[in-house]
Antibody
Framework: EVQLVESGGGLIQPGGSLRLSCAAS????????MSWVRQAPGKGLEWVSV???????YYADSVKGRFTISRDNSKNTLYLQMNSLRAEDTAVYYC?????????WGQGTLVTVSS | VIWMTQSPSLLSASTGDRVTISCRMS??????LAWYQQKPGKAPELLIY???TLQSGVPSRFSGSGSGTDFTLTISCLQSEDFATYYC?????????FGQGTKVEIK
């Protein structure tokens, strides 16, 4: 059974850093395209980043230069390193399988950026 | 950036109704469109991809149509479990973008 479990969210001050993890089971992360999508409280969905099976990465302009997507093949885990966090980064962050449509999603982890 | 206009933003309907949700693109995207359902506090779930292909396990009362710039999600006979928010999403180009969402509520 395919499962994605995010962790690492929490309350962080503006300018701080946080690393989100997404542990996958039931499939191999390195053989798939993997994405992060976020949702601010009460708002719609926003694509954040994708990593291709070959290692290429893409980012939304709103996070480019501040966020880094990566994976650990030995742990079958996807990551999102978030630096220079801003209040507008406050959201539930979901990892999802795919780069086009997303067929499996994690339950999400809440990141709150506030002083 | 491809902008998406999803309408209506709120749809009031009754169980058994046929409902349609529209998604219009700022430029043509062929059939590179997906639809998702999201319930409060839950992750989105994929309903349809490639504009009209039903994801495995999704009830056949859901259908999608369109290509180019205009797309539609139809629920043929609304069930109680279908009251939720629906999003369209294009994957023709980066950045991937989502519609603003349509909340389907009980009339």
């Amino acid at each position: 059974e395919v499962q994605l479990v995010e962790s690492g969210g929490g309350l962080i001050q503006p300018g701080g850093s946080l690393r989100l993890s997404c542990a996958a089971s039931g499939f191999t992360v390195s053989s798939n395209y993997m994405s992060w999508v976020r949702q601010a409280p009460g708002k719609g969905l926003e694509w954040v980043s994708v990593i291709y099976s070959g290692g290429s990465t893409y980012y939304a302009d709103s996070v480019k230069g501040r966020f880094t997507i990566s994976r650990d093949n030995s742990k079958n885990t996807l990551y999102l390193q978030m630096n220079s966090l801003r209040a507008e980064d406050t959201a539930v962050y979901y990892c999802a399988r795919g780069s086009s449509s997303y067929d499996y999603w994690g339950q999400g982890t809440l990141v709150t950026v506030s002083s | 950036v491809i902008w998406m206009t999803q309408s209506p933003s709120l749809l009031s309907a009754s169980t058994g109704d046929r409902v349609t949700i529209s998604c219009r693109m700022s430029q043509g995207i062929s059939s590179y469109l997906a639809w998702y359902q999201q319930k409060p506090g839950k992750a989105p779930e994929l309903l349809i991809y490639a504009a009209s292909t039903l994801q495995s396990g999704v009830p056949s009362r859901f259908s999608g149509s369109g290509s180019g710039t205009d797309f539609t999600l139809t629920i043929s006979c609304l069930q109680s479990e279908d009251f939720a928010t629906y999003y369209c999403q294009q994957y023709y180009s980066f950045p991937r973008t989502f519609g603003q969402g349509t909340k389907v509520e009980i009339k």
